[in-house]
């Protein structure tokens, strides 16, 4: 059963500045959706249109992460070998990477003034590796990589304590990497074969408790989840449907997406996209309400 309630005006505005949401990429519609973060609802299904700037540019896009950088959103773009900025109104702000710094790139992760950007292949300027980027002078500052390129392919990255967490990808060398904040290889929290393990891990989500929820795309696919110390829980969901991405939802479930669903075990809440990763945030104000109206705010769920 499918259920269409669109909000008018008015109801957006009781929405307030505290109130967390999701922000969920689907790289089919080349597009960000808006989530409710406590039940996965769709709150706006076209909140950041990246197609749309890609279009302009003339590029190809296939968008995978979105964060939240001060007054502004980036998104990291796989195919338009970029970042694309946006102000909390929706307005286009410019890119980052396109002179030939960045290519392949996927996952991103914030710490201090320093966004690291996982990248798969080598750009013009620089190695695959961990880029890194100045967020106040917008510019790729340098690359880093302590390991053989021939054994990495990376995924996404998050910072735990004064590490950085890396998903690796690389046939032979699944698992998740830690590096410290300068690039140095510290060793692997999770090593995998690839076979009966963690095979392909993408998004990388840290529980309330502090375990660690990891998209694991290909087969045996599924969210695993690993404590602190590497330790494996199990899979805590999307059993044998490709999740790349995860996050817990307020009302106990987990959300993933893959390459047909947004969803949880229990319910299907958007179909037809192509998902990638999840953030959080909170919806601005008063701009970001703004940009809600603007962009026609529906309520979806299906079952």
Not at 14 to 22: C, G
Request: net charge negative; glycine share 14%.
């Amino acid at each position: 059963m499918k259920t269409v309630a669109a909000l008018s005006l008015l109801s957006i505005t009781t929405v307030t500045a505290s109130a967390d949401f999701i922000m969920a990429i689907d790289s089919n519609a080349d597009r960000v959706l808006l989530l409710d973060a406590f039940d996965g609802s769709v709150v706006n299904d076209n909140f950041i249109d990246v197609g749309a700037v890609a279009l302009a540019a003339g590029v190809s896009s296939t968008p995978i992460e979105v964060l939240e950088v001060g007054n502004e959103f980036w998104v990291s773009d796989q195919v338009a070998d970029r970042i694309w900025r946006f102000g909390h109104n929706g307005q286009f702000l410019g890119d980052i990477g396109s002179n030939g710094d960045l290519n392949n790139i996927r996952g991103m992760q914030l710490v201090g003034d320093t966004m690291y950007v996982s990248q798969g292949s080598a750009s013009d300027n620089y190695s695959e590796g961990l880029m890194t980027i100045d967020i106040n002078s917008l510019s790729v500052t340098g690359v880093l990589l302590d390991r053989d390129p021939g054994d990495v392919s990376y995924q996404d990255i998050i910072q735990v304590g004064n590490e950085l967490y890396v998903t690796n990808s690389d046939t032979g060398n699944d698992g998740i990497e830690r590096y410290s904040l300068d690039g140095q290889y510290l060793g692997n929290l999770v090593s995998s074969d690839g076979v009966t393990g963690l095979d392909f891990g993408q998004q990388m989500f840290v529980r309330g408790n502090g375990n660690i929820l990891v998209g694991g795309f290909s087969g045996p696919s599924g969210v695993y989840e690993y404590a602190s110390d590497g330790t494996f829980i199990g899979i805590a969901a999307g059993l044998d449907f490709g999740p790349r991405g995860a996050i817990d939802l307020g009302n106990g479930e987990i959300l993933w997406g893959n390459g047909t669903w947004l969803r949880t075990d229990t319910d299907i809440i958007f179909e037809g996209g192509s998902f990638r990763y999840f953030t959080n945030t909170s919806v601005p104000s008063p701009s970001g309400l703004g940009l809600l109206a603007l962009c026609g705010m529906c309520w979806t769920r299906r079952r």
